[in-house]
Structure formats: structure tokens, C-alpha cells
């Protein structure tokens, strides 16, 4: 398939010598040589799409890969930092890297980030040269998922690709790689690949081994077998739902996975439900499209049927007062392999007829590019696009972060509002990652670690608990609410009221002690 891949069999390469001319010689080399072009587009991406190493879930995996590599970090939070670790290889190849590549964790996680981009459309050129045979539609599969690199997945709290590195920036590339062999009919290829993206993404992997099952089945139009296997999944959900149903998890387990509102259909807001469904209508639509080469149909159809599948799955079963056990598994990440089958899909339809319509393509895809970037630009309004290892932050929060690094004890222990991450410019950035100190467990992003690890959700539980409307709180409040929680310190916005001293300060945030003995004091001179 190699060949296949660059376009250059027998019959193409006569086409190909023929479109020299036309194209331009650099335009034809290019084309004929994926792997450079791809190489070349992948700053673009990086641009345009923005960097943001140390925030939302990139924090989450910095926090992991800083312990790993310093076991003195975060003592008294360490089941928050290193839970996230313990199934998958991530971190700990991370961590090794640090400790013997002699390189800083920025420098890394950059080339990591690089990497991940030049790995997704790699991936994707390879599915598209196996669902595509003409190399107009394999570009515009390529160009298109280049534009929706971050493009939300409905309400999933996923995106396509993230702008920070994770584990899934590398184990959904390699599911491109797996989905590419499934169609070549590629076995051991395509297991090892799918292989691999376990180890570092096991839940995610889950879900591509069911499209790889699903796609063969679609190819070889074993129609019978398709639906045996929806109604055994169908079954399996509700054996799972039945069995679980009555199991008496701790209450503050249960408490943590209620907090993931996008684990319940029933908590979505109204514009996320056509996330779900105008993609199972178009992708359906493709499907029964007679003049699409039979490839690409394989991949609509059986994108459309996993889709269906677990959104049935998702209205059956998953539910705010039912069995939880369902909604951990989240079975909308099926959505995601949907999503980026409907993008490559979309791409390589829309440039099929290039010749026709030139200039409506010519004017899409910037238009896609400057309204992700927009989108980008809105997420993470007060901070850099891209965040440059060595630069100093334009975040305020990050700044203090930062102080908080250089200045405080190694062992120091900090609280922050429960909902900190939503506040006006604080950009979703992680306070351990950042700081590299521990902290009093947060609502939001503690409360996803401990949606997932049953050994988070006391602390969490405690924690978030402790730390609720803190920004609001009197000083006393705060003082009998987190000391017994081993908290030295606090940050708040620099709105909030409090007597405490606070040693730095800037036009967002301040970072102040918890020392009651100072609080006297301060309130003495007052």
C-alpha cells in the first residue's frame, strides 16, 4: 500500500506525470511526498491552534510527570498527582526522559506537542490515502483536520486534539495508524498499533478496538454480524447497569462522578445535543452515497453505527440516579473516533470536486483557521496563544504561580477557591503544575481525577469542601476551615476581603499566609 499511499501506481503515475505541469513542479513534489509536506503544515498548526502546556488537563499530566521525576513534590496531595499515572505509561516515559535525557520539562513537552501534530495528520493522510484514491481528496481530508485540529466534541469535554500535551495526544494518532491497517487488512500491524495506544490511553483504546470491529464488519458488508454486535454491547451495558446497579460505592465516590455533569446527557445544555446527532445524519448520509468509493462509505457507516450505538447506550443507561458505573466508562468518547472519521470524511468530499468549486475551497479553509484561532483566543483570554518555554507569563495567575515557586518552601501546602480555574483570567491554568506545590483538593479538576480513582474521592471530597465560596469567606472562616487540612497558605483574587498578609500581590491575585498569630497582628495595627 505504500505505493497506494503516495499515489504512484501504475495507472495514477500516468495521471500524475500528466497534473505535472499543471500543478507546478514543487506542488507535485510535494504531493508525492506526504511525510515533507505534513512536516511543513505542522507549524502552521502549532500557530494557529495556540500552546498551552500547563493548563486543563495538560496540567493534570505535568502535575504526574513532576512527581515521578521529583518524589518530594507534593507529599500531602500525592494520590491527586500520581493517580492519573497508574494506567497508563505516559508519565513514566516522560519522567525517564527527564531524568536521563537531560532536557527541562518545557523544552520536552513542547517537542512532545510538535510531535503529536506531525503524528495526528500523518495518521490522518494515512486513512485518508486508504478511503481516497485521488490525492485532491487525501490533501483536503489532511488540510481539514488540520483546521479542526481543537474542535470540541459536542459535550464530551473532549476536543479532536488538545493544545497541551496529554496521553491522548499521542494514543489518538496511533488509532489513526490501527484504523489504516484494520483497512489494509493489516493484522499484526494493526494490533500492535492498538496495542500501543493501551498502553498509554487505555479507556480510549477500548473504544477503538469496537471501531476497527466495526469497521471490518462494515467492509466485508457482514450486515447479520453488525447487528448481533450492537444488540451484545446493548446487552453488556445493561448486564453492567443491572449487576451495579445496587453496588454501594462511598458517597463521596459517588459524589465525584455526579460532579462530571458532561457524563450525563440529562445535564447538557440544549446547543450540545446537536453535537451528537448532525453528525450521525451527515455521516449516515455519506454512507448511502453510491458514488463514494466503498472505503469511504466502510468508515461512514461504521462511525455512524458506533455513534448510535453508544448514544443509545448513553439514553439507556447512564443515568444521574442509576448505576454510575456506566457513566465512568463515559461512553460518548465513542464520539470522538466519530468526529474524526466525519472530518477526514468531510475534507476529502469537499475537495473532490476542487476543480469546480476552487474558490469556495480557497476561501473555507482560512475561514476555518482564523475562527479556531478565534476560538482559541476566547478560551484563554489572559494568556499568550502560544506559551514559549522560558517567557514569562502574561497569565496574572500564572505569575503568581510562579512567585509562589521561587518563594515558598518546597513542602508548603495552599489552598485556592474550589472553583478557582473559572475565575476571569485564570485560563484554566493548574496550580500544582505551575507552582509545583501542593494543594487543598479543588472541585473541578480534582473532582475528574476522582470521577475515575475511587482513592482521590475522600480527599477530594474533604478538600473541595473545605475550600467552597472561599473567596468569599471571612479570615477566620478560612483559618478554621483549612488549617486542620495542613494549608499554609492562600490564594485569592485580589477583590476578596481578607487581613491576612499577603507578600505578593499584583492586578488579579495575592498570595496571603495562614498565620493566625499574624492576623492578630495585622488586625492590632489596624
Known amino acids: 500500500m505504500a505505493n497506494a499511499e503516495l499515489g504512484t501506481e501504475p495507472f495514477a503515475g500516468a495521471i500524475n506525470s500528466r497534473r505535472t505541469d499543471v500543478r507546478g513542479p514543487a506542488v507535485s513534489f510535494l504531493t508525492q511526498h506526504p511525510t515533507l509536506t505534513i512536516a511543513l503544515i505542522t507549524p502552521a498548526v502549532f500557530l494557529v491552534h495556540g500552546y498551552h502546556p500547563l493548563a486543563d488537563d495538560g496540567a493534570v499530566y505535568v502535575t504526574g510527570i513532576k512527581k515521578l521525576a521529583d518524589p518530594g513534590l507534593y507529599q500531602t496531595d500525592a494520590v491527586f498527582s500520581l493517580s492519573p499515572t497508574h494506567l497508563s505509561i505516559f508519565a513514566h516515559v516522560l519522567a525517564a526522559l527527564l531524568r536521563w535525557g537531560h532536557l527541562s520539562l518545557p523544552a520536552l513537552l513542547l517537542i512532545c506537542h510538535g510531535a503529536s501534530i506531525f503524528l495526528f495528520l500523518l495518521g490522518s493522510w494515512k ?51 490501527a484504523l489504516a491497517a484494520v ?16 498502553l498509554l490511553h487505555p479507556l480510549m483504546a477500548c473504544y477503538a478496538a469496537i471501531a476497527m470491529l466495526t469497521l471490518v464488519l462494515t467492509r466485508r458488508r457482514m450486515w447479520r454480524s453488525l447487528g448481533v454486535l450492537a444488540v451484545l454491547g446493548w446487552g453488556l451495558c445493561a448486564v453492567i447497569f443491572m449487576v451495579t446497579r445496587h453496588a454501594d460505592p462511598s458517597v463521596a465516590y459517588n459524589r465525584a462522578t455526579l460532579s462530571r455533569s458532561y457524563f450525563f446527557l440529562s445535564s447538557w445544555r440544549w446547543f450540545e445535543y446537536p453535537g451528537l446527532l448532525m453528525p450521525l445524519l451527515l455521516l449516515g448520509i455519506a454512507g448511502s452515497r453510491s458514488r463514494l468509493p466503498w472505503t ?14 453508544a448514544l443509545v447506550a448513553s439514553i439507556c443507561f447512564v443515568h444521574r440516579s442509576g448505576s454510575l458505573q456506566l457513566a465512568r466508562l463515559q461512553v460518548l468518547r465513542a464520539f470522538h473516533l466519530v468526529y474524526v472519521a466525519g472530518v477526514l470524511l468531510a475534507g476529502g468530499m469537499l475537495a473532490t470536486p476542487a476543480r469546480r468549486h476552487r474558490r469556495v475551497l480557497a476561501a473555507l479553509y482560512p475561514t476555518l483557521l482564523l475562527i479556531m484561532f478565534a476560538a482559541q483566543k476566547l478560551t484563554y483570554p489572559a494568556s499568550s496563544h502560544v506559551e514559549w518555554p522560558g517567557r514569562t507569563p502574561r497569565n496574572p495567575w500564572q505569575q503568581a504561580f510562579l512567585w509562589i515557586r521561587a518563594n515558598t518552601p518546597q513542602n508548603a501546602v495552599f489552598a485556592l477557591d474550589n472553583d478557582y480555574i473559572e475565575w476571569p483570567g485564570e ?62 497558605w492562600i490564594v485569592l483574587p485580589v477583590q476578596a476581603n481578607t487581613g491576612l498578609p499577603c507578600p505578593f500581590t499584583n492586578a488579579r491575585v495575592r498570595v496571603c499566609q495562614l498565620d493566625e498569630t499574624l492576623l492578630h497582628r495585622t488586625d492590632s495595627a489596624k
Open 183 to 198: 483497512l489494509d487488512e493489516q493484522w499484526v500491524a494493526s494490533s500492535l498499533w492498538l496495542a500501543l495506544a493501551a
Open 427 to 488: 485560563d484554566a491554568q493548574g496550580f500544582r503544575a505551575t507552582a509545583e506545590r501542593s494543594a487543598v483538593a479543588d472541585y473541578f479538576k480534582d473532582g475528574g481525577i476522582a470521577s475515575n480513582f475511587p482513592q482521590a474521592a475522600i480527599p477530594w471530597w474533604q478538600g473541595s469542601q473545605a475550600t467552597a465560596h472561599l473567596n468569599g469567606a471571612t479570615d477566620e472562616q478560612r483559618l478554621a476551615r483549612l488549617r486542620p487540612l495542613g494549608a499554609a
Open 127 to 177: 486513512l485518508a490515502a486508504r478511503i481516497f484514491p485521488d490525492d485532491s481528496a487525501r490533501w483536503g481530508a489532511v488540510l481539514l483536520a488540520a483546521c479542526c485540529f481543537t474542535l470540541p466534541v459536542a459535550g464530551t469535554s473532549l476536543s479532536i486534539m488538545d493544545p497541551y500535551v496529554t496521553a491522548r495526544s499521542f494514543s489518538t494518532p496511533l488509532m489513526l495508524f
Open 296 to 309: 469511504a462509505r466502510t468508515l461512514a457507516i461504521a462511525a455512524t453505527i458506533l455513534g448510535g450505538c
